[in-house]
């Protein structure tokens, strides 16, 4: 139940949008990964491709569509961290207006068995 938050930003990029001329709906997702591996980055001092975490659930709500040109921006908190996962909240702006909020919850992993592996203390620590 951390309530440490980190916020990133990104320039939405031409090849982010679709043919209506927005934001791609798959592309949050891409945006959401991005903020995770600053978090992990910033936070735990780790490089989430040195981490063998999996998603095993995505949510995102959709409120206002992202334009080229904008910047968005991406909040999220450690909303609960279990004994092999982590719960993570975002929010979506594009400066001033909320556009998007989302859930992931990820595993850790072993990466030799490749099963569940228990979150490491040091890690609860700083997410708390």
């Known amino acids: 139940m951390s309530q440490k938050s980190y916020t990133t930003s990104f320039d939405v990029r031409f090849r982010d949008l679709d043919s209506m001329g927005h934001v791609n709906n798959a592309v ?9 591996i600053k978090y992990f980055d910033s936070i735990l001092n780790l490089s989430l491709a040195e981490v063998d975490t999996v998603i095993v659930h995505l949510e995102i709500d959709y409120i206002k569509s992202l334009q080229m040109g904008e910047i968005v921006e991406v909040s999220l ?21 909320k556009v998007a909020t989302a859930k992931t919850v990820q595993v850790l992993l072993d990466g030799t068995t490749g099963t569940s592996t228990p979150i490491p203390q040091e890690w609860r620590d700083l997410m708390n």
């Open 28 to 36: 949050y997702a891409t945006y959401l990964e991005h903020a995770r």
């Open 77 to 97: 908190i450690v909303s609960s961290i279990g004994t092999s996962s982590i719960t993570m909240d975002y929010i979506l702006t594009n400066g001033s207006e």
